[in-house]
Structure formats: C-alpha cells, structure tokens
Nanobody, 126 residues
Framework: VQLQASGGGLVQAGGSLRLSCEAS????????MGWFRQAPGKEREFVCA????????YIADSVNGRFTISRDDAKNMVYLQMNSLKPEDTAIYYC????????????????????WGQGTQVTVSS
C-alpha cells in the first residue's frame, strides 16, 4: 500500500487548506483512514479519522469545528479540509491507513496505523 499526500503549503492564520491523500496498492475501501500530524520537537498526534462504513468520524478536540475528514472510495482518496487555521496547526501532516475501528482511544493511537503516507508540510503564519 502506498499513500501519497498532497496539498500542504504556507497559509496565513485564518486561512484554509485542503489536503488530499491517494491510496494505491491493495484494498482501500475496506479500511478506516486517518490523518496525524507532527510539529517540530513534538510527538506525532492524531487529527481525524473516518471509518470504512457509514462514514463515522473521530476528530481531535484541538481541531474540532475547524477540520473535516472525508473519503471517496471510488477514487481511493481521503481528504482533510482545514479551515480557520492557526499557527499551532503548523506541522507535517500524514495520512494513514488504520488497522481497525473501535473505541476512540484504540482507534486514534499511532499504534493503530498500519501504513503511513510520506507527509505534507503545513505552515500557518501569524
């Protein structure tokens, strides 16, 4: 499985970006997908996740109300719409295929990631 993320860049605070992640290789539609991020000097943290059936989602409290995750299984794509960006959103964003879907603590840990994408840099200026 290969995950190719794109759409990062430099944006002013309050602006928007849309990240895309294209999956290739084995089955996409049967697995939950997620986005994580890692800021300099910090651990990688969960951002959003979407389930394979029904489109159920988990959203980190830090981005709730500003970020939205979606997927298009016909295109093997997952998206992260980021609005009202803040300087603290600056990080490398990684898309990921998750191993399983369950309780929030189990689903959103990086240990639940089966495949990582290569990351795309998002920089928000103040």
């Amino acid at each position: 499985v290969q995950l190719q993320a794109s759409g990062g860049g430099l944006v002013q605070a309050g602006g928007s970006l849309r990240l895309s992640c294209e999956a290739s290789g084995r089955t996409f539609s049967g697995y939950p997908m997620g986005w994580f991020r890692q800021a300099p000097g910090k651990e990688r943290e969960f951002v959003c996740a979407i389930r394979r059936i029904g489109g159920s989602t988990y959203i980190a409290d830090s981005v709730n109300g500003r970020f939205t995750i979606s997927r298009d299984d016909a295109k093997n794509m997952v998206y992260l719409q980021m609005n009202s960006l803040k300087p603290e959103d600056t990080a490398i964003y990684y898309c990921a295929r998750l191993k399983s879907w369950g309780a929030v603590a189990v689903t959103t840990t990086p240990k639940n990631v089966e495949y990582w994408g290569q990351g795309t840099q998002v920089t928000v200026s103040s």
